[in-house]
């Protein structure tokens, strides 16, 4: 063992519980991560039985703390908590840890086992997702908090490792944690000198106090982590400081109760095996057979009964709230509780589609999405935007939006140069509830984002993504700047709506299905460059089909496919065709996720059938193989761009009506 401490502590059933009950269930899948479990056993027990406010018959209730295990390998941990404490999560489901359709997943998930509050796994996105819950907080209890009712008053608890410390991400979120003065986020570092592949000194000797101290936070260092006095002190101590977010950091050993294993990575991430967990229970005074809890020890962790007192506590403060404001109350509601859009929001969204239509403008996709956002939000209070230091770029900030600081509320972040960072705190502001968040960088960014991005898309999360300078037609930035393969690649990620809009109809129509969508996040691929108005005359509920015909011709013997900047280019193209004496038709598909959820029917009376087929986009080309067919053909980008004005390079590349003509005639003769 590398520590001179912390001492080990005086193993008593309670702990005995959680112990023996990771080790368990590890062993019985032959698989999983006891060392952590083990080691947090007096953190969590200290957190989970004395402070955390929660109500395990109702995991949902609106103003409990926030917990988080970000160190997610650890989720036997918490499938211990959540089963002893009273959640629905039974000693069966403890038996099928890892197995096929169990409630307790390999890494804890959100919406999957009741009282996981957010999928944890991916190191360091865990303390990011917490930095969204406790902005959240911040931000809802400046909006709905009055003098004497303090309805938003809840804590979000962080447990990480040194794997999530490691993480870059955890850098992004804390330092803006920090400068956003989180007084509710309370971190607890599991600093056990331990990751996969052995002690950390190799490869991790960062001054972690020192760190957070720069970053703003307030640091409780040398906390002896198997000590629940100290332990109990400690956050007492983060709870006090209400203006700084805390980190704890508790020294630990790894694996703490397994005599032969403990302080040794080999118990990170293996079962310990049959003689070790003998030893162990040996070791920690746990004489009962595997999946048996005494029942004294089950009502020394059952929370239920204090956990229906404080939503009960609750629930009459709200009472009166809505007595004092009804309106306020009835909003809170709505937002937080039923997680609805206002009563009048189809009158709203037709509206807005409706004036850009009447518009007809000729203005970048970037700038009509500011223009929604605008005409959105007075109607739409949770929407909460920002950008990674893009504002002005991007055009995320309208008249109206107010940036957050650590002083007040607002509807707006200044995420700074934190893309990943940005899109993990926002996954945590939609998880929270109450708020709809938007995020924005330029396009080629996304892959700083990418794992927060498919995050958001595995946990179902409502995220907006508004990602400008969508392709070689942002110009003289040049290839660095230039995104090639994202936008296909990103179409690839699963529950992701990937949005590429052609002009400002089809930007707002591509905002209103984000919004609306309830079960995931929307990414928008937006031009830098002017875009006219070609789709006014459109049946809106045509666009959100995500793909349609825009442009006919009797008997078309090309169908030309295209999404964004390349669709007046298509339209163009057909002109130009049809002078020849080839019928064209014109579909515009803004976004091929939506566009594959049509019937067979519809998406087969848009592509047309026996017809050639021919794509353009100003990216990678390949996903569009499956549209065009062998017999049709791709224009698009299949290397990187280069820098020069954004109209040279269409023509560089091969964007222009002659060559789509001339791949239309190539496609026709083969
Ligand atoms: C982003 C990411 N990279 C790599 C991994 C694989 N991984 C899981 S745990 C771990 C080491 C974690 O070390 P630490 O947080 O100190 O956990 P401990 O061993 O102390 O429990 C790694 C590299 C991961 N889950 N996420
Ligand atoms: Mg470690």
């Known amino acids: 063992m590398s520590q001179s401490f912390p001492a080990a502590p005086v193993f008593n059933p309670i702990t005995g519980a959680l112990r023996a009950l990771a080790i368990d269930s590890i062993q019985k899948a032959n698989s999983g991560h006891p060392g952590a479990p083990l080691g947090m056993a007096e953190i969590a027990e200290v957190l989970w039985r004395r402070t955390l406010k929660h109500n395990p018959a109702n995991p949902g209730w609106p103003d409990r703390d926030r917990f988080v295990l970000s160190n997610g390998h650890g989720s036997m941990l918490i499938y211990a908590l959540l089963h002893l404490t009273g959640y629905d999560l039974s000693i069966d489901d403890l038996k099928n840890f890892r197995q096929l359709n169990s409630k307790t997943a390999g890494h804890p998930e959100v919406d999957h086992t009741p009282g996981v509050e957010t999928t944890t796994g991916p190191l360091g996105q865990g303390i990011a997702n917490a930095v969204g819950f406790a902005l959240a907080e911040k931000l809802l209890a400046a909006e709905f908090n009055r003098p004497g009712h303090a309805i938003v008053d809840h804590h979000t608890y962080v447990f990480l490792g040194d794997g999530c410390m490691m993480e870059g991400v955890s850098h992004e979120a804390c330092s803006l944690a920090g400068t956003l003065g989180l007084g509710k986020l309370i971190a607890f570092y599991d600093d056990n000198g331990i990751s996969i592949d052995g002690h950390v000194e190799g490869w991790f000797t960062d001054d972690t106090p020192k760190r957070f101290d720069a970053y703003g936070w307030q640091v409780i260092p040398d906390v002896p982590g198997h000590d629940p006095q100290a332990i109990e002190a400690a956050i007492a101590a983060a709870r006090a400081d209400t203006q700084k977010p805390s980190l704890i950091c508790l020294k630990t050993i790894i694996g703490m109760g397994s005599p032969n294993k403990a302080g040794s990575h080999d118990c990170h991430g293996a079962p310990l095996g049959a003689a070790e967990v003998a030893a162990t229970r040996e070791a920690i005074g746990w004489p009962h057979p595997p999946f048996e809890i005494p029942a004294d020890v089950y009502a020394a962790w059952d929370a239920r009964q204090k956990g229906k007192a404080l939503e009960t506590d609750w629930q009459q403060r709200f009472d009166a709230y809505r007595a004092a404001f009804p309106e306020l109350a009835t909003e809170f509601e709505r937002r937080v509780i039923r997680r609805e859009l206002p009563a009048n929001w189809p009158r709203i969204e037709a509206q807005t589609i409706a004036a850009f239509k009447e518009k007809a403008e000729n203005i970048a996709t970037r700038k009509a999405s500011q223009n929604t ?11 909460f935007g920002g950008s990674a230091d893009l504002a002005g770029s991007n055009l995320t900030f309208v008249p109206g939006s107010r940036g957050v600081t650590a002083d007040k509320g607002g509807n707006y972040c200044y995420y700074g140069v934190r893309e990943f960072g940005m899109t993990a705190i926002a996954n945590g502001l939609a998880l929270h509830g109450g708020l709809i968040p938007y995020t924005a960088t330029f396009l080629v960014f996304s892959d700083y984002a990418r794992n927060a991005i498919r995050m958001a898309a595995l946990m179902r999360q409502r995220q907006i993504m508004v990602y400008t300078h969508d392709s070689i ?164 980008i299949d290397t990187f761009g280069a820098s020069a004005p954004a109209g040279e390079l269409f023509e560089q590349f091969g964007f222009t009506v002659r060559r789509v003509v001339e791949v239309v005639k190539g496609v026709m003769a083969g």
């Open 473 to 636: 037609g942002l110009g003289e930035d040049g290839p660095t700047h230039q995104p090639v393969e994202h936008i296909p690649s990103l179409r690839l990620i699963p529950n992701l709506d990937v949005w590429r809009p052609c002009d400002a109809v089809e930007t707002a129509v591509a905002w209103v299905a984000g919004i609306e969508r309830k079960d995931g996040p929307t990414l928008l691929a937006l031009s830098r460059q002017n875009l006219p108005t070609v789709t006014g005359s459109i049946d809106t509920e045509n666009i959100r089909k995500g793909g349609y015909i825009l442009a006919d011709a009797d008997a078309p013997q090309v169908v030309l496919i295209a999404t964004g900047s390349e669709v007046k280019l298509a339209l163009d193209a057909k002109a130009a065709l049809e002078k020849e004496g080839i019928p064209t038709r014109v579909v515009s598909m803004p976004s091929t996720n939506v566009f594959d959820r049509q019937s067979l029917e519809y998406r087969l009376g848009v592509l047309g059938q026996n017809t050639r087929r021919v794509a353009i986009e100003a990216a990678h080309g390949d996903f569009w193989r499956k549209y065009v067919g062998l017999d049709g053909e791709v224009i698009s």
């Open 373 to 383: 956002i605008a005409a959105l939000l007075p109607s739409l209070p949770e929407l």
